[in-house]
């Protein structure tokens, strides 16, 4: 959770490093070095593009888990207008580990509900790391429900490494509560869309990722099973998680080619994180499209058009 | 569909792996040596100190329904491989294993069964097959299940026993979650009971789904039923975790169960809640075991 720069982006950051040498040398020193300042920029560039179009399944699960990625309030502040938090599952507590409110999307009001991670320490223990109890999820739902009943549309943001593995949340329901989301969500009778915003943690992130158009961003992931666990279960060895990544294929492209996603976010190169407002504007084109078509949807077809999506999902031969 | 006169599932005790062989068995929980056809008589649950051994999908299913009333359905459906996974293993070398060893197809047996004087559209889940976990064909297979029921107006019944969703077809597997789930919504609106069985262990994305969206959820005596494994939750929280934590016991105690029942009378209270919810009966079943026919006649429109 430490890290800033991730191992796999070293060569760019030591360029980077270099041209600001040169462009502080001559400014101080007087002399002209535009030329090579030119020459290293492209190589920066160029080095860029090769690190990042060929980046591995498990690069991808490390930018979308990067400290200074935006998270759902970020988005929201960047993407929504006069957003009001509304708190609780008005049974048990508030669940700081997936926020929601009512907000204005280019004057559309919209219902939006999202995991949480926490900037820092003291942040992360109030969030939870993103990880929600039974509580967040009964969150989610209350607020489903009253966008249902005022006829809002919904917007989920996926960022969790899953929900919380705990003696409470047992306690308290954890299966049932995803459970019931999962089932409640089939049939809403308001549009529903998804974007994976960095971590697809299992069970955790689907409990609030069932819509009608689901997309992931472009460094996202979302997976059954960390790549962590994958890799500790397959091979007793945590350390093998670069291979479990790329074995168990939880990026974009790998769900899109399994109909599991609509569509794939640009994010600014190297991750969102450089340039949060460019991704930002990217997905709320996407959320406006979608919502363009499916608000003027009669309501059964809207819960039709989603329940056939989740229901062609699965390969399986039938000799 | 005509009824068929199928004894594949009839259980015939005989020697499988984890379960015991030969005259004597011994208990897993006290450690007694049993007699094992006095071990089966019970149900397979120790007389002396209730422990419920685990029922492959076929022992639980000739213990709940009438003699060659069960007619499989979707037996053809069987696992891919759509992401090419190996570790130790290929995938489809592990579907394969797993056949041999339990003779299924797959993870879940799917169909219409009596039970008593009632037909409803039930599942087995057997756990020695990849530990009952789901992926593309089980998800498959409970989604025609709860439609089946839904169009034929029949009750559902699905017995669980499942670590949870299986690894090896990835995001497939999660989304399977997704689909039973959503199809039980509009199975749900119907009005016909679904009485979920929740038996040793339910996990992972098996209970996070279709087997806590039950009108009825019973859990049998003992087993483990929670979202996350304990070994996990040990790791996460460092800390011992409660007495019978994840006990049947334990989640009747939080609320998250209706009841607890033990193995012997499952099926009474099966037919009681049948009974309750103006089930009809299949008329003179017991009396006219042989004429299948007529069965299915007696049957039609039945709601
Ligand atoms: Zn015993």
Known sequence: MHIKELEFEKPIIELEKRIQELKSSSSDEGFDLSKEIKDLEE????????????????QRTQIARHPKRPYTLDYIG????????LHGDRTFYDDLAIVGGIASLDERTVVVIGHQKGRDTKENLKRNFGMANPEGYRKALRLMKFAEKFSFPVITFIDTPGAYPGIGAEERGQACAIATNL???????????????????????????????????????????????????????????TIAAELQGITGKDLLKFGVIDGIIPETLGGSHKNPEETAKNIKTTLKKAFEELCSMPTEKLISQRYEKYRKIGEYSTI | ??????????LKPKKRKGIPEGLWSKCLACSR?????????????????????RLSAKERLSQLLE?????????????????????????PQRIKEAQEKTGLKEAVITGEGVIGTYKVAVGFFDFPFLGGSMASVVGEKICRLIEAAGEKKLPLVIVSASGGARMQEGILSLMQMAKTSAALSFYSKKALPYISVLTDPTTGGVSASFAFLADIIIAEQGALIGFAGP?????????????????????????????????????????KIFKLFYIKSVSSIRQDPVVGVERKNSNTNKG
């Open chain 1, 78 to 85: 960047l993407i929504m207008e006069d957003f009001i938090e």
């Open chain 2, 67 to 91: 003699d060659d009333t069960f007619e499989e359905m979707d037996a053809n459906l069987e696992s891919v491989d759509p992401l090419k996974f190996e570790d130790s293993k290929k995938y």
């Open chain 1, 183 to 241: 089932k409640e969500m089939a049939s809403l009778t308001v549009p529903i869309v998804t974007v994976v915003i960095g971590e697809g943690g299992s069970g955790g992130a689907l409990g609030i990722s069932i819509g009608n158009y689901i997309y992931m961003l472009e460094y996202s992931v979302y997976y059954v099973c960390s790549p962590e666990a994958c890799s500790s279960i397959l091979w007793r060895d945590v350390s093998k998680a």
């Open chain 2, 1 to 10: 569909m005509a009824w068929k006169r199928s004894v594949e599932y009839i």
């Open chain 2, 231 to 271: 070994r996990v939750i040990e790791q996460t929280v460092k800390q011992k975790l409660p007495d019978k934590f994840q006990k049947a016991e334990f989640l009747l105690e939080h609320g998250m169960v209706d009841m607890v029942v033990h193995r012997k009378n499952l099926k009474q209270v099966l037919l």
């Open chain 1, 43 to 58: 190589k920066v560039n160029d080095k860029k593009m090769e690190i990042f179009r060929n980046i591995t399944a498990w």
């Open chain 2, 33 to 53: 040596i049993l007699y094992t056809e006095q071990l089966i008589k019970n149900f397979k649950v120790c007389p002396k100190c209730g422990y419920h051994f």
